[in-house]
């Protein structure tokens, strides 16, 4: 948009100049030299009209993850792949994305992409989108509503799913352990609250230790996804809680707050403290390979290229899914090592 505003002013600059050169009747005018310049500028002017305008609007920069997920959307959406890309970071605030999302309407973009940095309340704004033509493409987490019109479709993981996974997890393993009918105690650390990380992250678990009289859940509480607040949340899980044997962190960042707080306690390597955490940055995996995170419940941040194919199809006229789910696997000593060099982020 700003470029072709940009090409927009060089071509008006060139006219400027041209009319000049002719009232002047410079003597080293060049007419033909300055009419392939002209017709330069024009083709470039084509062809970023060509260009397919996105507004992204992340929802802030919490996270090594988020870091990776916003890369992957700038790599992506490039102009070299014929987008132009509006990306904006909404530093965790709803009120943020909206005001995102409202100068996105403004300046009349192709489309709108964003991660909803909690599921409530976007029905107001994404009416105002779908009022002006623009289809709104959902990435990571989603939206609480019950008219899917408002968005065209979604891409992200299934954090329920995650959730669940990592309560299958730990029933394997407090069986290996031969403490599958041993009282267990639990703390869970969670995200940003009515974020779908964190309500399907909670609900998957949940679900999970539903079934075990013997798993008793001692307190939940909200770290925001960062790791300086994960420490203080760890800090006075430590001083309330004398025995704690499963620590459930749901996300890396968080999880190594956890770690610092352990570490300063001098509790990190208590063998029967089992540490599960999400995400799955290469830094966690390093931490299950030395054993201090015992699995790690993959969250993938790659969705740019899904967004770009989507789009894509939609300028083709093509139907999308309502739904996309990115590919996800479970992380332990077991496995890691084949997995470890491949991690970019
Ligand atoms: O929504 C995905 C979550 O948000 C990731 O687990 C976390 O790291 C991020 O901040």
Not at 65 to 92: C, H, I, M, P, Y
Request: net charge negative.
């Amino acid at each position: 948009m700003r470029q072709n505003q940009f090409m927009k002013r060089i071509s008006a600059i060139i006219l400027i100049l041209t009319g000049l050169l002719l009232l002047c009747g410079c003597a080293t005018f060049d007419p033909e030299s300055l009419m392939a310049s002209v017709e330069k500028t024009q083709e470039l002017q084509n062809t970023q009209k060509e260009l397919i305008t996105v507004g992204f609007s992340q929802l802030g920069s919490e996270s090594v993850w988020r870091e990776a997920n916003s890369a992957s959307v700038k790599n992506a959406l490039t102009q070299e792949n014929g987008f132009d890309l509006e990306f904006r970071n909404a530093r965790q605030k709803q009120e943020n994305q909206i005001k995102d999302i409202r100068s996105f309407i403004s300046m009349g973009v192709d489309y709108i992409a964003f991660s909803p940095v909690t599921e409530a309340g976007w029905e107001t704004v994404l009416g105002e989108a779908r009022a002006a033509g623009i289809p709104v493409i959902l990435a990571d987490r989603k939206i609480s509503t019950n008219d899917d019109s408002l968005y065209t479709c979604w891409v992200g993981s299934d954090a329920r799913k995650e959730g669940e996974n990592a309560g299958s997890w730990l029933e394997g393993c407090l069986k290996k352990q031969g403490r599958e009918f041993k009282d267990i105690k639990i703390v869970v650390l969670q995200g940003t609250i009515g974020s779908s990380a964190q309500l399907g992250r909670t609900m998957g678990f949940d679900s999970v230790a539903e079934k075990h009289s013997n798993w008793h859940i001692l307190e939940q509480q909200s770290a925001d996804f960062t790791t300086a607040k994960a420490k203080e949340v760890m800090k006075t899980f430590i001083e309330k809680y004398p025995e704690i044997d499963v620590i459930v962190s749901q996300n890396d960042d968080m999880t190594f707050g956890v770690i610092e707080a352990l570490d300063e306690a001098g509790l990190t390597r208590d063998k029967n403290t089992i540490v599960i955490s999400f995400d799955a940055v290469k830094k966690g995996l390093e931490y299950v390979q030395q054993g201090i995170i015992n699995v790690e419940i993959e969250c993938n941040p790659n969705e740019g290229a899904y967004i770009a194919d989507i789009i894509k199809k939609l300028e083709r006229g093509e139907k999308v899914e309502k739904n996309y789910m990115v590919d996800e696997m479970v992380f332990t000593a077991e496995n890691v090592a084949e997995y470890i060099g491949e991690r970019s982020y």
